[in-house]
Nanobody, 122 residues
Framework: QVQLVESGGGLVQAGGSLRLSCAAS????????MGWFRQAPGKEREFVTA????????SYRDSVKGRFTISRDNAKNTVYLQMNNLKPEDTAVYYC???????????????WGQGTQVTVSS
């Protein structure tokens, strides 16, 4: 089993920044690919970004490219999401996820955190 706990969400003005963290426990973190997803009210959960087990490969949805950066520290069992130049349309609950393979497909992730709210005001 893997437990994931997100933190770092909050309220920020448009153009501001936030850094989300996701701490993992219960299994060798370095053996897991990690992803961030988000869900806005009334919308489907959507892929935001993913990072491979080593951290050497990342991918992003188009709307966050150049603004968001995913990273991981395998020594600290933590994955991060640095979000810059935030926009109101980034408002959502952000979830981190862990799984055996590097993918943008939500159903391929076995473990999910409880989510953290990010609200961007205009």
């Amino acid at each position: 089993q893997v437990q994931l706990v997100e933190s770092g969400g909050g309220l920020v003005q448009a153009g501001g920044s936030l850094r989300l963290s996701c701490a993992a426990s219960g299994r060798t973190f370095a053996s897991l690919a990690m992803g961030w997803f988000r869900q806005a009210p009334g919308k489907e959960r959507e892929f935001v970004t993913a990072i491979s087990r080593s951290g050497s490969t990342t991918s992003y949805r188009d709307s966050v490219k150049g603004r968001f950066t995913i990273s991981r520290d395998n020594a600290k069992n933590t994955v991060y999401l640095q979000m810059n130049n935030l926009k109101p349309e980034d408002t959502a609950v952000y979830y981190c996820a862990a799984g055996p393979g590097y993918t943008a497909v939500a159903r391929m992730y076995n473990y999910w955190g409880q989510g953290t709210q990010v609200t961007v005001s205009s």
